[in-house]
């Protein structure tokens, strides 16, 4: 770097994902795919930019989400506010609104991968740009909604090589709009009778979004917190009925599961089920992912009523996970390399390199370099089993040496014969 010149890094929070991580991605993904498309997800992507207002309608003007963490910018024309994405559900249920989807067979299901952004606090398994790995279920209410999308959480986990007894379910229900305005007055009685033992943040989530207190992490609050009445036991006629339907089915379908009476995630869209996943290490703390039931989302953004439920999970922690575990996967090399010396030999490179990819064979190379010495230095650096070296007086005879790094041994090859050859050795080595 020259003295005096500014150097840059990456953002705060924000990481560059380089070849080797993308096996994990790549593998995530590909899991995705796999499961979320038998069970007949299609797949989509909404823009990484939306009108901030979706965001705030959706998610609610009063979560962390929205009041801290969103990274906003204006339009320049029309000076609209807009919004990284920082989850996946309002865009996709906005998707699904502006694109007609409701004409479609209901239910419809869609699962997406990519990007969003938070502005949190940096820390372990904690980005402000971090991937998710999502799914929706959108246009019943049924109760079996919610343990398919259980279900094939799971399923998508142990298909990550997580094993089923490490994996684990908290589970709670929030109930409808009514069932919550009795329960949020029985929590601001139970917290103002502890006033003294809870922190600011809870007295201002107290007023402001009283639900909220049950996601406080502070330890000042964990004795009022442990002590709060359960929700279940606020719930309308139809929402418990509803919940002990969705329990009956994990039941049904042996997934265990451990009611948390302090779960309600901080998304303000959820009605009745919501649920987390975690794996049981001690490295994890931190969910893996969770969801449930949105049924006035829909709503919320200028539609009209449209049950739905769903899951994302934090791609950036199944890898973390994956890793812990011992998962590893490394980057091919190519066995073969193509050296070449002189400008003829240059030029048929170009030619040889096309026949080795029609045939589906990963030939290294490096164009750029001229001498033999430093081709042959990276081959080994790469780790080739072979070199494959093109000369002046080799363009002339139609011919290309064939030298295996190992022995040393080097044989004199006809071009046109090249291919077959090669085949031959490496199928050999392969059946070793
Ligand atoms: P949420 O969208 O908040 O329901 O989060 C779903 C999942 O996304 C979480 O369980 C995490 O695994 C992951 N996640 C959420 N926020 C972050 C973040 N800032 N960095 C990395 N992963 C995250």
């Known amino acids: 770097m020259k003295k005096g010149h500014k ?45 901030a207002e979706l965001f705030a309608k959706g998610v609610g003007k009063k979560t962390e989400m929205i009041e801290k963490q969103m990274y906003l910018l204006r339009n320049k024309e029309n000076k609209e506010l807009l919004a990284l994405r920082p989850e996946g559900t309002a865009p996709v249920m906005r998707a699904y609104l502006e694109k007609g989807m409701f004409n479609l067979p209901q239910p419809v299901k869609l699962y997406y991968f990519g990007p969003f952004f938070r502005h949190e606090k940096p820390q372990a398994g904690r980005y402000r740009q971090f991937y998710q790995v999502g799914a929706e279920i959108i246009g019943e209410d049924d109760a079996a909604i919610d343990a398919e999308i259980i279900l094939i959480s799971k399923v998508f986990l142990e298909s990550l090589g997580f094993p089923k007894k490490d994996i684990y379910l908290l589970i709670n229900s929030i109930g409808c709009l009514d069932c ?24 201002r989530r107290l007023e402001e979004n009283p639900l909220r207190v049950l996601d406080c992490k502070n330890e000042k609050c964990f004795l009022v917190k442990e002590e709060v009445p359960s929700i279940l036991d ?34 303000d869209y959820y009605t009745k089920t919501v649920f987390e996943f975690y794996l049981d290490s001690k490295s994890n703390k931190i969910s893996l992912g969770g969801g449930g039931r949105y049924d006035k989302l829909a709503e919320a953004i200028g539609g009209f009523e449209k049950p739905a439920a769903g899951v994302a999970f934090g791609v ?14 490394k980057l091919p090399a190519p066995k073969l390399f193509l050296v070449q010396i002189g400008e003829p030999a240059k030029k048929m490179s170009f030619k040889i390199l096309e026949q080795f990819r029609k045939e589906n064979i990963p030939l290294g190379e490096n164009l750029g370099k001229e001498s033999l010495k430093s081709q042959l230095k990276t081959a080994d650096r790469l780790g080739a089993q072979y070199v494959l070296i093109l000369g002046q007086q080799e363009v002339l005879d139609g011919m290309i040496i064939l030298k295996d790094m190992r022995s040393g041994l080097q044989e004199l090859i006809p071009l046109d014969k090249i291919i077959p050859e090669v085949k031959k050795r490496l199928q050999r080595q392969n059946s070793k």
């Open 7 to 51: 150097s840059f890094q990456s953002l705060r929070g924000m990481k560059d994902i380089l070849a080797e991580d993308h096996l994990y991605y790549d593998s995530v993904l590909w899991t995705a795919k796999k499961i979320f498309e038998f069970y007949n997800f299609q797949r989509i992507e909404t823009p990484l930019l939306e009108e």
């Open 180 to 203: 919550r305005r009795l329960y949020i007055r029985e929590i601001k009685r139970h917290y103002k009778k502890h006033n003294k033992q809870i922190c600011s943040d809870c007295r």
């Open 316 to 329: 950036e922690r199944l890898i973390q996970e994956m890793i812990q575990r011992g998962k590893k996967l």
């Open 234 to 267: 606020y719930l309308c006629s139809e929402c418990r009925d509803h919940f002990k339907s969705v329990l009956d089915y994990l039941d049904y379908l042996n997934i265990p599961y451990i009611l948390d009476k302090t779960l309600v995630r901080g998304l």
